[in-house]
């Protein structure tokens, strides 16, 4: 599930480029996750406001 | 207002676009420096020391290269090897050999190669790709095309092709007469040596499934 770094250089960018799990992960967690929180906080919002 | 909907409210979209482009932008400059850092020429003293970089300094023309598997990266890579004479001198300094390089670069920007081949992902698919071409098995001592220019050396053999390319019968698709100089021809040569051990994570795909062309195959 997890490929080894691979890369002439170990970087973080190797490790984004392993395969399609690790990209689908990452950008999940900065995209998806940090949505959910706006999510929260915007209906709290709303709801105080009525 | 009744029970309005979060996903109807612009604030929402506001701050997670905003969150997107911003975060986008921070990791794309971040790539930008890390792949400079990564591409950036090495020096003779990386040689001698062994230090392995991307893009190995001009030198490299003074060394052997081979082209070979990495079974922990999947594909080939170039391996820097022992002394290797370069018309008839492994003793290029770094001066001459940047030289000589950047000749072969100017003369093979004039000449346009690209509208043919293609170099480092550049260019045609007209004629053979040249990224890896100073590796090609055919160049080498039991090669077919050095032995129709009839030199004893890869650089002598290309050298002599690239001033006479029409002369020597190649593929279906002849290479024309370029008016390539001697001094010129040298230093495409010295071009096309180092461009060869620049590692391309194993670019062009189909290079090492040519018979020869990776070492102990």
């Known amino acids: 599930m997890f490929e080894p770094m691979t890369d002439i250089v170990p970087s973080f960018f190797a490790w984004l480029n392993q395969g399609p799990l690790t990209l689908t992960i990452f950008l999940h967690t900065v995209i998806i996750l940090p949505m959910f929180w706006i999510y929260k906080q915007e209906k709290n919002r709303l709801e105080n406001e009525k | 207002m009744a029970n309005k909907s979060v996903w109807s409210d612009n604030r929402f979209w506001q701050r997670t676009a905003a ?17 400079s850092a990564q591409i950036s020429m090495g020096t003779d003293a990386d040689l001698k020391d062994g230090v392995t970089k991307r893009v190995p300094g001009p030198t490299v023309i003074n060394y052997k290269i081979t082209y070979e598997m990495s079974t922990k990266r999947g594909h080939e890579v170039p391996v820097i090897g022992e ?63 050095q ?13 002599e ?5 029409s002369q020597y019968p190649t593929h279906e698709r002849m290479m024309p007469n370029l008016g390539i100089t001697e001094k010129e021809a ?12 620049i590692d391309t994570n194993g670019f062009p795909r189909n290079f090492g499934k040519m018979q020869g062309a990776v070492h102990g195959k």
């Open chain 2, 161 to 165: 092709f690239l001033q006479h390319p």
């Open chain 2, 186 to 197: 040298i230093g495409l040569v010295a071009f096309l040596k180092h461009m060869s051990s």
């Open chain 2, 19 to 35: 969150w997107v482009t911003g975060f986008a932008a921070v990791l794309l400059i971040w790539l930008t420096f890390d792949t």
């Open chain 2, 83 to 145: 002394k290797e004479k370069f018309f008839g001198r492994d003793d290029w300094s770094e001066e001459e050999a940047a030289e000589l390089l950047h000749l072969g670069k100017l003369g093979s920007q004039a000449k346009n190669c690209m509208d043919c081949h293609t170099l480092l992902g550049n260019g045609a698919y007209y004629a053979p790709d040249l990224t890896k071409a100073w590796l090609d098995p055919a160049w080498g001592p039991e090669g077919s095309l």
């Open chain 2, 147 to 159: 032995a129709m220019t009839g030199k004893n050396t890869k650089e002598e053999a290309m050298a």
